[in-house]
Structures are given as structure tokens and as C-alpha cells.
């Protein structure tokens, strides 16, 4: 069975976004999410890659990174 890790980021009212924007900044929290969906805990790094899902206007706001694909909804 394979394994999956999911990361939600929602506001206290269940938001997603807010003008364009994530509804809160916190360094942390966002070095936190790089370093989760960068990093690649097996022997087999080279042939993985992680993925991360977004709405077309948060793809924006995240840098390319060869350690994950991306699938743009929307």
C-alpha cells in the first residue's frame, strides 16, 4: 500500500485565500512546507519526486523545484 502525506492549509473561518493571497504570513511555517514537499525520504531520491496540487493563483507564489511536480486546477 502506498503511503500518502497531505498538508491543508486553511484559515480559522476554512479559508484558502484571501486578494491573491494566503491569509497569514509566518516564515516558519512556510520553511516548514518547502522542506516537506522538497525533501525525499528514500534510497530511490533520484527516480521520486514529490507533488504538490494548486489553484492556478497560488501556482504563481511558489518557486519551480526539480523535487516536486505540479498539477494546476483550474
Not at 30 to 37: A, G, S
Not at 40 to 57: A, C, E, M, Y
Not at 64 to 71: A, C, F, H, V, Y
Amino acid at each position: 500500500m502506498q503511503k500518502w502525506n497531505v498538508i491543508i492549509a486553511v484559515d480559522t473561518k476554512n479559508g484558502i485565500g484571501m486578494n491573491g493571497n494566503i491569509p497569514w504570513k509566518n516564515s516558519l511555517d512556510m520553511d516548514y512546507f518547502r522542506y516537506v514537499t522538497s525533501y525525499i525520504p528514500t534510497p530511490n531520491r533520484d527516480k521520486k519526486k514529490n507533488l504538490l496540487v494548486f489553484g492556478s493563483r497560488t501556482k504563481h507564489g511558489i518557486k519551480d523545484d526539480p523535487k516536486r511536480d505540479t498539477i494546476v486546477l483550474g
